[in-house]
């Protein structure tokens, strides 16, 4: 264990994770205050095919043009959505579902076809089902550091931007912002982070990145600011650990470690979150209710009164 600990690939695969979760964690907070939670769930879901489709065109596993693949694919899949919900009367939530379904099917059969072939099975396709990060070389490692890196970077220079664009976007048009470029780059930086996260994450699973940090951070404050740094550190974190104990056994899958470990920081967060945490609000209820009670009870008075009282 601690001689695959100590491998230059393994501290490269730990790191690449650990700004994965940070770019996922910050970009799951832009998703959560624009409602569109389930869209990352469609979206890496869509990826599936375009990921299988650039293996079957090139015959090599390279993670860049699996990459363009699956951005391919998921840009599509979201055009769909937004499609069927301006063409017609389904609603985005139902929309979502359809594609998820439709896509993830579409990239099973396409996946049982490729791993029939000659050396399709040996491919590694199957890892982006649930996630392997240990089976990544130092070139990918570089490939999902650089445009996690990139994600990051705009979110940050961009932040007041940002934050018009999620919380008052008339005021920002008023502003001269332009709403259609904000939500496509948006929708960029969100297919990039799903993109770069299937290998280490898998399609399933590759949501649980984008939400469950985000709303850990939200039970610990209110401020979007400190919001998207409690995001990026529970999401980085849950990387980093994931990863951890993934690397113990041999062929463990990356992915579900991941969920496990945000899972984690999502129940600490619900009970102990210093501004909606369980243990704070059953506080807040007890001292409410013994305030009141204090308050309608006529023979708690005070000290000003009993002492009146006794004079008199």
């Known amino acids: 264990m601690l001689h695959s600990l100590l491998s230059p690939n393994t501290q490269w695969v730990l790191l690449s994770t650990l700004i994965l979760g940070m770019a996922a964690g910050m970009i799951g907070c832009l998703a959560y205050w624009k409602r569109q939670s389930l869209m990352s769930d469609a979206l890496s879901h869509a990826a599936l095919p375009g990921v299988v489709v650039a293996f079957a065109l090139t015959g090599s596993k390279n993670l860049l043009v699996m990459i363009l693949g699956a951005a391919v694919s998921a840009l599509i899949g979201a055009w769909m959505i937004q499609w069927i919900r301006t063409s017609s009367r389904i609603k985005e939530d139902t ?92 929708m960029g930086v969100l297919v990039l982070v799903i993109v770069i996260g299937i290998q280490a994450v898998g399609v399933i699973l590759m949501a649980a990145m984008l939400i469950i940090p985000a709303v850990s951070a939200r039970y610990w404050t209110q401020s979007f600011r400190m919001m998207v740094i409690l995001s990026a550190i529970f999401g980085g974190g849950s990387g980093f650990v994931g990863t951890l104990v993934s690397t113990i056994g041999k062929g463990w899958p990356t992915g579900p470690f991941i969920v496990v470990a945000s899972s984690v920081m999502f129940t600490v967060s619900l009970v102990f979150g210093a501004e909606k945490g369980l243990l704070i609000q059953a506080l807040q209820l007890r001292s409410q209710k013994k305030e009141h009670l204090d308050s309608n009870n006529p023979s708690v008075l005070s000290p000003r009164l009993s002492e009146r009282g006794s004079n008199q």
């Open 95 to 186: 929309a979502m579902g359809m594609i998820l379904s439709v896509f993830f099917g579409l990239g099973i059969m396409l996946l049982t076809i490729v791993n029939r072939t000659a050396g399709g099975n040996q491919s590694g396709l199957d890892n982006f089902i649930f996630g392997q990060a240990a089976s990544m070389v130092r070139k990918d490692v570089f490939t999902m550091l650089i445009l996690a890196a990139l994600v990051i970077l705009v979110v940050s220079i961009g932040f007041k931007e940002w934050k018009l664009f999620l919380f008052d976007p008339d005021f920002a048009r008023g502003l001269g912002m332009n709403s259609r470029l904000m939500n496509s780059l948006y």
